[in-house]
Nanobody
């Protein structure tokens, strides 16, 4: 059982930055995905990173603004979010897959964090 703990959410002005963290013991064996869900909308995939070679995927609407990375020594995966927009407001989740591959479908992830709220507003 993997318990994912997200942190780093909060209130930020448009154009600002936040860095989300996803931590858990033994995280280096898992591929990690970041998702978000805005009120009244379905959860959507943002980015993912493999367990081994650090290969990454980004959805088009965050490409160039968000960067995923992992520090296996700290059992932590990060999502650096720059140039934030009001439409980025959502609850952000990280998820883990023991397959190790970068997955874009949420149903393929076995473990989920509790979510962290990101609000972009002036």
């Amino acid at each position: 059982q993997v318990q994912l703990v997200e942190s780093g959410g909060g209130l930020v002005q448009p154009g600002g930055s936040l860095r989300l963290s996803c931590a858990a013991s033994g995280l280096d064996y898992y591929a990690i995905g970041w998702f978000r869900q805005a009120p009244g909308k379905e959860r959507e995939v943002l980015s993912c990173i493999t367990s081994s070679d650090g290969d990454t995927f980004y959805s088009d609407f965050v490409k160039g603004r968000f960067t995923i990375s992992r520090d296996n020594a700290k059992n932590t995966v990060y999502l650096q979010m720059n140039s934030l927009k009001p439409e980025d407001t959502a609850v952000y989740y990280c998820a883990a897959s023991p397959d190790g591959y970068c997955l874009r479908v949420e149903s393929l992830y076995d473990y989920w964090g509790q979510g962290t709220q990101v609000t972009v507003s002036s």
